[in-house]
Structure formats: structure tokens, C-alpha cells
């Protein structure tokens, strides 16, 4: 039988990131804090789903969320249960890019705070690389977001995100503020949800300004995540540079044998 805790998880907004990583989260924060001690059973999927209120499928997202962040574990036929999170990490923040989500899920899902500081939003045709990216053939002008991610304070990422106006239009693009995920935003106000991604990695030397925004050396190479997202249509509508800062973030890639 599953061991009497008290599962209340507090306020859930599902607002800067998606309800199963609110959930995660919120249960990371216990198992980190000891209140769930490490070999804790966790209540099964449809007990969990009554006792937050919500689906087994968002429940079942969550548990897989932390068996990436390292603490829950399956035992097949038994059940599932919390591991021990003082395991050694060469990174303050590690996190995987398996799967196609925002900049702000992917902090929640390793087990931190996302925020956002140096926000800049600036509106323009856009360098030769984003419109041709986008497929801009005459006179389009695209939004510049640009951001540093935080993880706990910590700058974690910057970002630039660019996205044409003719999809976005100026007064909705004013709304943004840049401290929550993008990608809820976009799909709240206009209704354009990412389907579909295509992704470079590559390591990098900063310039000066993202240098300084992270409060890197410029002589220490980065990793950028150059992402070309499409809509249901297949249509380009959001290309991205994500940087990763070294110093303090670590990528991992899951990888599983051929079927």
C-alpha cells in the first residue's frame, strides 16, 4: 500500500509552464526537501489523478519528468518510487532536448524556478539568416524577442526568438513580457501552436553583448540550439537561438536502441 503523506501540491497555475511539469515540480521540491524521503512509493496513476484532480495522462507526464530529473524510479509490477536526489551532477542545472518544448518547461523539468530578466522586444525586416529562414520573399517585418533565462537566478540561457508580424500583430506582441513561456503565449493569444521543430546544435563563441549577459568569458565557448518551428500546416511562423551557458547548464540527449 501506498505510504500516508499529505499529496496537497499548493497553488498550480499551469501558466508559465504545462500542468504535468507544475506537478513534477512540485513534487521534486518535496523529494529534494526530504519531506518525501527516498524510496517513498508514490501513489498509482488513478490515485494520483483523483487526489490532484486531474488525468492520468497528465499524472503519468509528470512521473516521467522526474525519472528524467534522476528522482523516481519504476519497479515493474509494484509500483513506482521516489530515488535519492544528493547523486553527484557535473552541472547546477542539466537538462535533456529530447523532447520539442519551451525554454521555460525545459527549467521546470530539472527542478527550478524559470524566470527571465533583460527582456528587449524590437521590431524590424530582420537579418538575411531569420528571412530566410521564415520565407520572407518581399518587404515582411518580424518581431526580435530577446531574453536571458534564469534557473534559480542563475543565467542559464539567452534567447532570440523571432516571429513574423503578419502573424503576430504589433498590439499582441506589446502583451508579452517575456517571463513566461513563449510558446503558451503564442498559443493563448493566437492560437498558433508548434507542431513541429527542426534543430541544430552547435558550439559557439559569444559576442560581446550575449557575453555580458551571461556573465560569461568571451574566450569560453556556448552551445546555441538554432530551432525552426512549424505550425500544424507545416507553414515556418518562430525561428530561435537558444545559448547555452556552460557554466552553470549541462545538455543531455536520451538515446534508445532502434526497434
Same mark, same amino acid.
Given at each position: ?145 530577446? @531574453? ?5 537566478? *542563475? =543565467?542559464?540561457?539567452?534567447?532570440? &526568438?523571432?516571429?513574423? $508580424?503578419? +502573424? ?29 521543430? @527542426? ?5 559557439? *563563441? =559569444?559576442?560581446?553583448?550575449?557575453? &555580458?549577459?551571461?556573465? $560569461?568569458? +568571451? ?37 534508445? =536502441?532502434?526497434?
Amino acid at each position: 500500500m501506498t505510504e500516508a503523506h499529505d499529496w496537497d501540491l499548493g497553488s498550480l497555475p499551469g501558466r508559465r509552464a504545462s500542468l504535468p511539469t507544475e506537478i513534477a515540480a512540485a513534487l521534486a521540491a518535496k523529494i529534494r526537501s526530504g519531506e518525501l524521503a527516498p524510496g517513498t512509493r508514490l501513489p498509482s496513476e488513478p490515485e494520483f489523478a483523483r487526489l490532484l484532480n486531474v488525468s492520468r495522462n497528465t499524472v503519468r507526464e509528470a512521473i516521467s519528468v522526474l525519472r528524467e530529473q534522476g528522482l523516481a524510479g519504476t519497479k515493474q509490477g509494484i509500483g513506482t518510487f521516489t530515488l535519492d536526489p544528493s547523486t553527484d551532477k557535473q552541472f547546477p542545472v542539466e537538462v535533456g532536448i529530447e523532447h520539442l518544448t519551451s525554454t521555460t518547461d525545459m527549467i521546470t523539468r530539472a527542478g527550478y524556478k524559470a524566470g527571465a530578466r533583460d527582456y528587449q522586444l524590437v521590431t524590424g525586416p530582420g537579418n538575411d539568416t531569420v528571412r530566410q529562414e521564415l520565407g520572407f520573399t518581399g518587404e515582411e517585418k518580424v518581431h526580435c524577442i530577446e @531574453r536571458v533565462r534564469t534557473a534559480d537566478n *542563475l =543565467p542559464v540561457i539567452f534567447c532570440r &526568438d523571432h516571429i513574423s $508580424v503578419a +502573424r503576430v500583430p504589433d498590439r499582441v506582441m506589446a502583451q508579452y513580457r517575456g517571463d513566461e513561456s513563449l510558446f503558451l503565449f503564442l498559443q493563448r493569444e493566437c492560437h498558433l501552436e508548434v507542431h513541429a521543430a @527542426r534543430a541544430d546544435i552547435l558550439p559557439t *563563441l =559569444p559576442s560581446p553583448r550575449v557575453a &555580458d549577459l551571461l556573465a $560569461v568569458s +568571451r574566450r569560453k565557448p556556448l552551445l546555441v540550439l538554432k530551432q525552426l518551428h512549424y505550425d500544424r500546416n507545416g507553414v515556418p511562423f518562430l525561428y530561435s537561438e537558444n545559448y547555452f551557458n556552460l557554466e552553470y547548464m549541462g545538455v543531455h540527449v536520451r538515446r534508445t =536502441p532502434v526497434s
